[in-house]
């Protein structure tokens, strides 16, 4: 497996913790934890509409309105789809040169329940479609600003959403330092799972709070296979197929005349067989037993919208086992301009190996593959499966203490994510144990959220204006 790039102020193999620790140091006498704060748009800052359009360009023309739709809604969903704008707007901010494996779209909604393959609900990130390894306070800039932008969306008031980010990052702060006194396997082994959820709600949430945490939980293990099954399926003239919702979902029946189809059904069904082969044997063995049934298009998300999507439909011992499978395009990470190249050729191998890096316990179905796409041309891809008890918070029905437990939660995570790949005990000693970084990303999250409000004002006047097409409707689908 290729070697990921290293940060100069990554220690050494063999060095001590005290001499790792004086590397965070001397980081922070270089770059103050105080000037984080800054955020101010320069004058030859890329215009942000540009961006969106650069990436659009890459994608299916007839769903990029959704995409633009999607985004107009609310400066929350913008922030969802711009990643590739904040992460211009990130190289420009001060760097302690410490780097980490980076989710590289760390917003709150990123943050979900879901099954490890022991079956044990846990809390972790998710998305990892821009990871790479890049400065650690990218990561922790962006969940900052987007529970600002959420708390703004509740009409949470300065101090409410200021109290909200400072508890944020001083759990980042807090848990990193723990993290840089454990021992390497005990950070490895960390993870946050039901049963911490629940004793961390009984300790910080009132009733109706903990009442909607058992209730998540509960309906997260729904989410699987089975519910998929019943919800995206149906029987026609005989035949099990995905059922139809365009443009949201289109089966390939629907996309290509029959001699084509049968084509580019037969190359699909290679590709689950190809893409096995990046898996362990014993999940490669477990997929064989499985054969495809169908095949639709489909969109996802807000900032993927556009991007080529499959859902592959497959059956195991009879038509009561169903598994359904993801295949998502994996383009170059919009971190790269600015934290430099990945070292996997595969952008699909990029995504799963952070992943691996980065979460408590993955999907056993993730993997990768490169195919030839519709159009001719070799894409990458990753795989998952499309459903395994995905539970994903609602910002919009929170008050702040809730969104507060809630970001704090979100920090520790993120830290034992960072701290699995990056110098633990140097980023601890960077922060230290003041609240000096605390205050810092509060004031940067706030001007943030400005810049963000500004932007998605500029989209809304584009699409307005008829410079930008944008689909009505489908936002909330």
């Known amino acids: 497996m290729p070697q990921e790039r290293t940060s100069p102020l990554r220690a050494v193999p063999g060095a001590t913790p005290k001499e790792r620790a004086e590397l965070g140091k001397a980081a922070r006498r270089r770059v103050p934890r105080s000037s984080h704060h800054a955020y101010e748009p320069t004058g030859d800052r890329p215009d942000p509409l540009a961006l969106l359009e650069a990436q659009s360009a890459a994608r299916v023309r007839e769903l990029v309105p959704i995409r633009y739709g999607r985004m107009t809604e609310s400066p929350f969903r913008f922030y969802r789809g711009a990643a590739a704008i904040m992460a211009s707007d990130l190289s420009g901010t001060p760097d302690s040169g410490i780097r980490a494996q980076l989710c590289g779209d760390a917003h709150l909604l990123n943050f979900r329940l879901l099954a490890s393959p022991e079956r044990h609900l846990l809390f972790d990130i998710n998305d990892f479609d821009e990871t790479l390894p890049g400065p650690w306070e990218w990561d922790v800039k962006r969940l900052a600003a987007s529970l600002v932008i959420a708390g703004r969306a509740n009409g949470f008031s300065d101090k409410e959403r200021a109290r909200i980010v400072r508890a944020t990052v001083r759990s980042y702060r807090e848990s990193m330092i723990r993290f840089a006194e454990m021992r390497n396997l005990d950070v490895w082994y960390t993870k946050t799972d039901e049963d911490r959820l629940r004793a961390l ?198 008050v702040p203490r809730v969104m507060g437990a809630f970001g704090e939660l979100c920090g520790t995570t993120l830290a034992r994510a960072h701290a699995r790949s990056g110098d633990r005990i140097a980023i601890a000693a960077y922060l230290g144990h003041g609240d000096v970084f605390d205050r810092a990303l509060e004031t940067f999250a706030e001007r943030y959220a400005d810049q963000n409000e500004r932007d998605h004002r500029a989209l809304v006047e584009a699409v307005a204006a008829g410079r930008l097409p944008a689909a009505a409707g489908e936002g909330k689908k």
């Open 201 to 398: 709600a009984a300790g910080r949430l009132a009733a109706p709070g903990r009442r909607r945490v058992a209730e998540a939980t509960a309906k997260a293990r729904t989410r699987d296979s089975l519910q998929a099954f019943a919800k995206l399926t149906e029987v026609t003239a005989g035949r099990l197929r995905i059922a139809p919702d365009p443009p949201l979902v289109v089966p390939i029946a629907d996309l290509l005349p029959d001699a084509e189809r049968r084509a580019t059904e037969e190359q699909f069904h290679k590709l689950i067989r190809r893409y096995g082969r990046s898996l362990p044997s014993d999940r490669r063995a477990l997929l064989a037993d499985f054969q495809p049934v169908d095949v639709a298009r489909k969109v996802v998300g807000v900032g993927s919208v556009g991007t080529r999507c499959w859902i592959f439909l497959l059956l195991g011992r009879d038509g009561g086992d169903p598994l359904f499978l993801q295949a998502k395009e994996a383009d170059t990470s919009v971190l790269a301009p600015y934290a430099g190249a990945s070292a996997y050729r595969n952008q699909g191998e990029r995504v799963v190996a952070g992943q691996r890096l980065m979460q408590a316990a993955g999907d056993i179905f993730l993997g990768w593959e490169r195919v030839d796409g519709l159009d001719g041309r070799r894409r990458d891809f990753y795989v998952r499966q499309l459903r395994d008890w995905k539970g994903i918070a609602q910002p919009e029905q929170m």
